[in-house]
């Protein structure tokens, strides 16, 4: 046994002898055997550290075995300590009955017997231990609980302090981009004007850089758009409320319509659940997936284009997937970043910030994104939002 899981047996009898054979007695049981040769030595023993159990004898001269156990009764720290009176043969009941009145929990006559004495202090060896074990128990457990509303304190701190970063960025991106519009516009104003008024005086290279400054600065005004519009979703409430998703993503599909039609394209569109969501915001979503799905998969003839979603568990959750370029699946993780692109701006058009942007609004629902490769060539896109209603999960 760990010296450190011993418990303290307090011996107290006036007889030197008699502590010796209650020693060799003991000593088995491989517990802390402290004596006492007196009751006064027994209560200073008991001001510093705590027993299992006390073994007393009950004629002691000076102070009674009775005398003792009323003291030790009368002291906080060690009234509830277990007391084992051991007295001679000649003590009638009367001394019994003194000594359970004096706060006994049991008696034995002199001499005990070995077996039996081990045995009764044995009990209470191991209610102390197991004492002792609940008591580290609920140590630990208190640590454990003050560790974690510490971190909860940290992480709510942390949290606040990150909200307030992304309001202030926020904040910043939409200014930037607001600043940014007023001299693109002037810009665009005056290519424009020079390209109407000037146009027949310029020579053909010049006209031809004059076209690249208008593309350009159309590029520009598109990405200073899109830039304002993410920056907006971060401090935008929701307006939760019940969304036709099916309806939804064919009014999508009608609305681009100039980016698909005369081409040869076959839409599968499958039943899709309803949801709780912002109608706005998932339109954002759809619009971005859709076009996406219809942009890169022009090369293709004809291009395929499935919109489909079902309930799995307790999510929702939809795809859109199309047969077109596709992408490195090593890569997929970059595809949600803010103006990453796989692609080049002159095999593909666009700023950069569409799936970045169905990336916040979905996060913002309480659910999430993935992409993968189409096993049948192009790309797969996913979201899935909680079935039912979010607005204790935001």
Known sequence: MDDRDAVGILMVDDEPANLLALEAVLAPLKQRLVRAGSGNEALRHLLTDDFAVILMDVRMPGMSGFDCAAMIRSRPRSRSTPIIFLTGSEQGESAIFEGYSAGAVDYLMKPAVPEVLRSKVSVFVELAQSHRRLQQQVREREAAALELRQLNLLLEQRNGELASANDELDTFCAAVSHDLRNPLSQIMGFAQLLQMSASPRLTEAERGQLTLILGVGRRMSEMVTDFLAFSRLGSTPLKLASVDMDGLARSV????????????????????????????????????????????????????????????????????????VGFDPKQAARLF????????????????????????????????????????????????LPAGDVAQRI
């Open 253 to 324: 599909i009608e609305d681009l319509g100039e980016q698909w039609h005369g081409r040869n394209v076959e839409w599968n569109v499958g039943a899709l659940p309803a949801a709780m969501g912002d109608d706005h915001m998932l339109r954002q979503v759809w619009t971005n997936l859709i076009s996406n799905a219809v942009k890169y998969s022009r090369r293709s003839d004809p291009s395929r284009i499935t919109v489909a979603g079902q309930l799995v568990g307790g999510e929702l959750v939809y795809s859109v997937a199309d047969n077109g």
């Open 337 to 384: 970043a803010a103006f990453s692109r796989l692609h080049s701006e002159t095999e593909f058009e666009g700023t950069g910030i569409g799936l970045s942007s169905v990336k916040r609004i979905v996060h913002k629902h309480g659910g999430r994104v993935w992409a993968e490769a189409n096993p049948g060539g192009g790309g797969l896109f996913h979201f899935a």
